[in-house]
């Protein structure tokens, strides 16, 4: 596995062969059709609010649930839970759009959490933005809590 910029770990398990040009150039070069990753953080990891040009549909695998701390392009913060245990709201399956700032934490103490992150178009890591905390603070002061914790 390697390490990941924004935390944790990942190895990538698919990248379609297929490629698509967009009108609007809004993915300059094109891109694959999709990637897809295994993702591991662990209990003491944290993934940073980061943001890329692709929605990212997140897949639950193994261990701890998480949480994926979203900020979106309007200016809304939601909390997802992302696990096995339907009955408490978890779900094993989650979509954080195209553009919006996002970060995730394990929820269980010593533990740890394997995920799948498919995203389409494929990743590129030119497609990749991590937030600045001064700058996240500035532009979303009531999140400082979330914000304080996710950039550290």
Same mark, same amino acid.
């Given at each position: 596995?390697?390490r990941?910029p924004?935390g %944790?770990?990942?190895t990538e *398990?698919? /990248?379609?062969?297929?490629?698509?040009?967009? @009108?609007? %150039?809004?993915?300059?070069g094109g891109?694959?059709?999709?990637?897809? #990753?295994y993702?591991?953080l662990?209990?003491?990891?944290?993934?940073?609010f980061? /943001?890329?040009?692709?929605? !990212? #549909?997140?897949?639950?695998? @193994?261990?701890?649930s998480?949480?994926?701390?979203?900020?979106?392009? =309007?200016g809304n913060?939601e909390? /997802?839970?992302?696990? $096995?245990?339907?009955?408490t %709201?978890? /779900?094993? $399956?989650?979509? *954080?759009? +195209?553009? +919006?700032?996002?970060? *995730?934490? *394990?929820?269980?103490?010593?533990n740890? +959490?394997?995920? %799948?992150?498919?995203?389409?178009p494929g990743?590129e890591?030119r =497609?990749? !933005?991590?937030?600045?905390r !001064? #700058?996240?603070?500035?532009?979303?002061?009531e999140? !400082?809590?979330? #914000?304080?914790?996710?950039?550290?």
């Amino acid at each position: 596995m390697n390490r990941i910029p924004e935390g %944790g770990f990942y190895t990538e *398990v698919y /990248r379609s062969d297929n490629t698509i040009e967009t @009108e609007n %150039g809004e993915f300059p070069g094109g891109r694959c059709f999709s990637t897809s #990753i295994y993702y591991l953080l662990g209990s003491e990891d944290i993934s940073k609010f980061h /943001r890329i040009t692709s929605d !990212e #549909i997140w897949h639950h695998y @193994e261990g701890s649930s998480i949480t994926i701390h979203t900020i979106f392009q =309007d200016g809304n913060y939601e909390i /997802r839970s992302l696990g $096995k245990d339907l009955a408490t %709201g978890q /779900r094993p $399956k989650h979509v *954080v759009p +195209a553009g +919006a700032w996002f970060g *995730v934490t *394990v929820d269980g103490p010593e533990n740890f +959490a394997l995920c %799948g992150c498919t995203v389409a178009p494929g990743f590129e890591f030119r =497609d990749f !933005e991590m937030a600045e905390r !001064e #700058i996240m603070l500035e532009k979303y002061p009531e999140y !400082e809590f979330i #914000i304080k914790k996710l950039l550290p």
